[in-house]
Structure formats: C-alpha cells, structure tokens
C-alpha cells in the first residue's frame, strides 16, 4: 500500500527555465535527485502587527524536515497558475485563507540533505491574516509570529534552524523595500 508520502514524491512538478518559461514536468522527487531546475512557490503571511509567520516543516517531510520556514511553499501543479498554488498550500499547510499578493520571484539552486537539490525559480506571494492557524499536522510540527527584530538576527546567528531557501526569500523580501524593522507589507 503507497503512503501519501510517496505518492506526494510522484506528484508532477513543472520544469522551467531562468526566466520562468514551461519546459514539460517531471516527479518531485526525480527534480530534487537530478536538480533540474522547476517552479515553486512560497508565501509570507504578516498580521496586523507586522509579525511573520512562520512554520517548522514537520520531521517526517523528505527534506528540510524540523526546520523553520516561510508561513508555506509548494510546487504548483501542471496546468495550475502560481497564485492558485499559493492559496492551495496555505490552506493545505496552515488552514489559513487571506488575499495573496505576488511580490516577486527568484531563481536558486543548493543541496540538501540525503543528496537531494533544489533548484527553484520561486515565485513569492505575500498576504495579511490576523487569526490563530490550524496547521496540518504532516505538514507542520510548529508556528511561530516573529517580529522582523527577532527573525532578522535569529537567521543571522541561528542560520542552521532554516530550510535553505528561506534566508534567501527573506532577504529578497527586504531588498524590494519592506524595511528592515518593519515587515508591514500593504496587501
């Protein structure tokens, strides 16, 4: 009998080049093997405060497993437009629903553990929700509002505790005119 777990591996993700344009799709789990790069998402959520949340991914996840993250990311599905990925994940995720934003998108590629690569053009979608989550419990071990202060230096001395891509949104965030001190984002 398969797993959600590895039917998730076999899901079909989209192939792109730099600029974002579709190449075909491959399985989730071949792209993180050969680091063929693919389109992502991932989504900030802040409150009214302009605290972030953010997730720990849950251990049993095939990569990054414990490690905090963006309030969700994803890969959207062939046929599936990025925002509609967004949304789908962050229901998915942390059961939260709020109006998205797209805020911009970029390309990276590092290893992980276990062997396994990302190599990602993601594509970042910011929204404001001032509620408690429900998060899935396969998805998500905790969740966190974190001022910009604490985020900002806990990433800087305390880069291990995060899954790869996320101090690379983070500071893509910050570069495009959120202030430093203040991760309010209008949306």
Known sequence: METGAESDLR???VLVDESGRELGTATKLSV??????????SVFVFDGEGRALLQRRAAGKYHSGSLW?????????PGEPPVAAAYRR??????VRCPLAPAFS????TALENGLIEHEHDEVFVGRFDGTPV???????DWSWVTADELIE???VHPSRYSAWFPIALRELLARGVPEQDLRWAV
Not at 32 to 41: I, K, N, Q, Y
Not at 69 to 77: A, D, E, F, K, L
Not at 90 to 95: I, Q, S, V
Not at 106 to 109: D, I, K, S
């Open 106 to 109: 970029f390309v990276y590629h």
């Open 32 to 41: 993180h093997v050969s680091g063929r790069l693919h389109r992502a998402v």
């Open 154 to 156: 806990d990433v800087a």
């Open 69 to 77: 993250s963006n309030t969700c990311c994803g890969h959207p599905r």
């Open 135 to 141: 998060p899935c419990p396969q998805e998500v071990e």
């Open 11 to 13: 899901e079909l993700v």
């Open 90 to 95: 962050l229901r998915e995720e942390m059961g």
